[in-house]
């Protein structure tokens, strides 16, 4: 029987630890994380305000309690970053759904526009996602963007 309750207890212990309650809330300095992914991946990057939010993508500003949504200014770029916090884990899924229609959008517009290089860095992109994060990055340096929202959760 103490074997029991010791397992009983050790179990109890690792699952307050390491259960999954804690990624759900990581908290993240987006105005540092952006600085430093503009200095990655260009200073033409333009970040979006709440109407192309809404308009773009169909998602309501007033859902978002933190982004950062920016596009380089050059048309002929595919360079994307968009990070939104969802605290709501069902709209989760409406975000993740509405990024990847923009990524299919964008990869024909690149494609029309004889732009194979830029069409290849959206094929390539992917939607991820952290605790309450959605995210994703496209741009040539993407492995090393990706590597600055990675460390920024820590």
């Known amino acids: 029987m103490k074997r029991f309750l ?13 259960g999954c309650g804690g990624k759900e809330n990581k908290e993240v300095d987006t105005a540092k994380l952006y600085e430093s992914v503009v200095s990655v991946m260009g200073d033409d990057l333009v970040k979006m305000n709440e109407n192309y939010i809404s308009n773009y993508f169909g ?6 309690s933190d982004c950062i949504i920016t596009q380089s200014e050059d048309p002929k770029s ?29 990869y024909d517009e690149l494609t029309n526009y004889d732009l194979p290089e830029e069409a290849e860095l959206v094929k390539g992109a992917e ?21 600055l929202v990675q460390d920024s959760f820590k």
Do not use: H, P
């Open 59 to 64: 998602i309501e500003s007033e859902n978002l």
């Open 78 to 106: 595919a360079s994307t970053f968009i990070m939104i916090k969802c605290e709501d884990s069902e709209k989760r899924q409406q975000y993740i759904e509405s990024i990847n229609n923009f990524l299919s959008q964008k």
């Open 127 to 147: 939607v991820k996602t952290e605790g309450n994060w959605v995210y994703l990055v496209v741009d040539k340096n993407a492995d090393e963007v990706n590597k």
């Open 6 to 18: 010791k397992f009983l207890a050790t179990t109890l212990v690792l699952s307050v630890m390491f």
